[in-house]
């Protein structure tokens, strides 16, 4: 076992006529046993990261390393890594043993009983033992992605690569594996890098998140900390669902002022804004709602287009002004298209970006303190 460090690694593709840099000087360092997610929109360059961590890709620059031993120029079979990809790739004319087999056979000199040994216990963790003697056409989208995975731990590897190993399940047996396969990282121990676009699988599972776009890292952290602090309004947007309220205003005289409202702030919070032309952000379950006609300070006057109700939860959607504002309400929301609303905010759950460049000044202070003594820092990069 051992943590995978990446320094400041650097791919470009190159073809004749263009070039794309899928990952830029990028600096990571994912902790030995730890379960990091990359996350990231598609193209983000979360594939060629991990690709350049097993060896399949050339990297432009930088290192690679796991544990003191740099691996950066090694080829993947020297690696001591195992990978698990959205489409299986499990060989059709073998059956699952063969499948889970076939790498041992390769990599190690085990002989048959202590191949066979292997497979079995791997497949009892799994909970595939039954599925062993059939090939994959026979088995479903589920039982072929339990022997990839059954394939990956039966080599025992110093580290898990994962590249959207659910994508191809529903809906429901993707949530059902995604509790498995953190208990079975848990119980297994190793350091794991799992790739998605998906923001509910990164926030779920991962011990620590990277974002990343545009082949840069946007911050490193808990879940927690990525989603209440995040470093930009790119994280800030990505992270949560529904996502959240972006609203541009400017900064005067301790107010932030937006053509339908004047919000009245500290000024200690005034004073701390590092730029007057600001976007305003509000995570839907901060926005309180309120069909009170006593539009008073920093009241934001709205009106309902839709109510979307979803049984434990209703996401109300109102316009302010031209600007949709997405509102989560607990249960049942007691209003209908085309009422008027006021919504509020706290000012403690306010986000406040620089709008040119998306920089937080200032982040909910929700569980701040609670945070605080979590594992872990933010890291901007
Ligand atoms: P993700 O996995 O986050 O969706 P990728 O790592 O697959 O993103 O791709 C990152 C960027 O690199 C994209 O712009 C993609 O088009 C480009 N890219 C990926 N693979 C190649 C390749 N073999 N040749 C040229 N460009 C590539
Ligand atoms: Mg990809």
Avoid: W
């Amino acid at each position: 076992m051992s943590d995978v460090e990446l320094d400041q690694l650097t791919k470009v593709y190159q073809s004749s006529d263009e070039s794309v840099t899928a990952v830029d000087d990028l600096d990571l360092t994912v902790e030995d046993g730890e379960f990091l997610v990359l996350v990231g929109p598609s193209g983000c360059g979360k594939s060629t990261t991990l690709r350049c961590i097993a060896g399949l890709e050339e990297v432009t620059e930088g290192a690679i390393r796991f544990g003191d031993t740099e691996v950066t120029d090694d080829r993947p079979k020297d690696r001591d890594i195992a990978m698990v990809f959205q489409n299986y790739a499990l060989y059709p004319h073998m059956t699952a043993r063969q499948n889970m087999e076939f790498g041992l056979k390769m990599s190690t000199d085990l002989s048959k009983e202590e191949r066979a040994d292997r497979v079995d216990d791997a497949a009892s963790t799994m909970g595939i033992e039954e599925l062993l003697p059939d090939k994959p056409k026979a088995l479903s989208g589920g039982q072929q992605q339990r022997v990839a995975l059954g394939r990956a731990i039966v080599r025992d590897p110093a580290v898990f690569l994962m590249d959207e190993p659910l994508s191809n399940l529903d809906a429901k047996l993707r949530a059902q594996m995604r509790t498995e396969l953190q208990e079975l990282q848990q119980d297994l121990g190793v350091t794991t890098v799992y790739v998605t676009h998906d923001q509910t699988e990164a926030m779920t599972m991962g011990d620590r998140i990277a974002i990343l776009n545009h082949g840069e890292l946007q911050q490193v952290g808990t879940p927690l900390e990525c989603y209440h602090q995040p470093a930009n309004q790119f994280v800030a947007g990505f992270l949560g669902e529904p996502t959240m309220n972006f609203l541009e205003v400017g900064l005067s005289d301790d107010a932030l002022v937006h053509d339908e409202f004047v919000l009245p702030i500290s000024s200690a919070l005034a004073d701390s804004m590092g730029s007057s032309e600001l976007v305003l952000g509000i995570r839907p379950e901060d926005v309180i709602l309120s069909t009170a006609d006593d539009a008073g300070d920093g009241a934001i006057p709205a009106t309902v287009t839709v109510v979307e109700p979803m049984g434990d939860a209703s996401n109300v959607y109102v316009d302010v002004g031209t600007s949709s504002v997405t509102v989560s309400v607990e249960g049942h929301a007691a209003v209908n298209p085309g009422d008027e609303v006021t919504l509020a905010v706290d000012e403690s759950r306010l986000h406040l970006f620089d709008r040119a460049t998306g920089e937080s000044y200032k982040h909910s202070d929700v569980e701040a303190a609670a945070l605080d003594d979590a594992d872990g820092a933010v890291e901007a990069p």
